[in-house]
């Protein structure tokens, strides 16, 4: 069966320091590949999103960035981060385009 | 580029009752599909309920279930015998079916059941 994994589960980071979120998947290959926020209380913003390895659509333009590297890994980054970017950080999976995604637990962002 | 608009901040209902949860999108497409998840205060992402849009049949899952209206572009998610258990945030989602497969979501219905 089909797994995503996600970590870390929170992270405090202060401002101006980097950051990377990991997320992978397990028992499929070749899945579509999201990254949303989540700020408190609200609705989730797809940050990015991936058909294939090396292929990133970015919907809003900000302070991070994301990246492939392998057919079941999603990395969200981030050179510097900014307060603004604190927020519930969700990777989900979907196995085409006619077929629901599955998420991932989630990352609790704290900039401090 | 597609919207999902769900205008319902929040919502009440009885232990038992049935409540509706409204959701429009706005897209130029013919073919996509149609969810709604929920969310727990464990803030797990749990599909509840999915809808192609090339079929006319309304989705049902057990309590759930959804009245869609393609002309209109609106996708309800009815909650018959409202159970404690269904209190969590209710997001419609909106994908796409082309290369792109892009999975949009609502602002979200903050639904509380009560006693």
């Known amino acids: 069966s089909q797994t995503i994994h996600q970590w870390p589960a929170t992270l405090v980071q202060p401002v101006g320091s980097p950051l990377s979120l990991e997320c992978t998947v397990e028992?499929?290959?070749?899945?579509?590949l999201y990254w949303y926020r989540q700020a408190a209380g609200r609705g989730l913003q797809l940050l990015f999103y991936s058909v294939g390895i090396g292929q990133i659509s970015s919907e809003v333009p900000q302070n991070l960035s994301a990246s492939r590297p392998q057919d079941r890994q999603f990395i969200l980054s981030s050179k510097k981060l900014l307060l603004s970017d604190s927020g519930f950080y969700l990777c989900a999976w979907s196995a085409g385009a006619n077929t629901e995604a599955f998420f991932g637990q989630g990352t609790r962002l704290t900039v401090v | 580029a597609q919207t999902v608009t769900q205008s319902q901040p929040e919502m009440s209902v009885q232990e038992a009752e049935t409540v509706t949860l409204s959701c429009t999108y706005d897209?130029?497409?013919?073919?996509?599909?149609l969810f709604w998840y929920k969310q727990p205060p464990s803030r797990q992402m749990i599909l509840v309920i999915r809808?192609?849009?090339?079929?006319?049949q309304n989705a049902t899952e057990n309590r759930f279930s959804v009245n869609f209206q393609k002309a209109a572009k609106s996708f309800s998610l009815k909650i018959s015998d409202s159970q404690l258990g269904d209190t969590a945030m209710y997001f419609c989602?909106?994908?796409?079916?082309?290369?792109?497969?892009?999975?949009?979501f609502g602002t979200g219905t903050r639904l509380q059941v009560t006693l």
């Open positions: 028992g499929t290959s070749n899945p579509n």
């Open positions: 989602a909106f994908m796409s079916t082309g290369t792109a497969s892009k999975l949009t």
């Open positions: 809808q192609e849009a090339y079929k006319q």
């Open positions: 897209t130029s497409e013919s073919n996509y599909y």
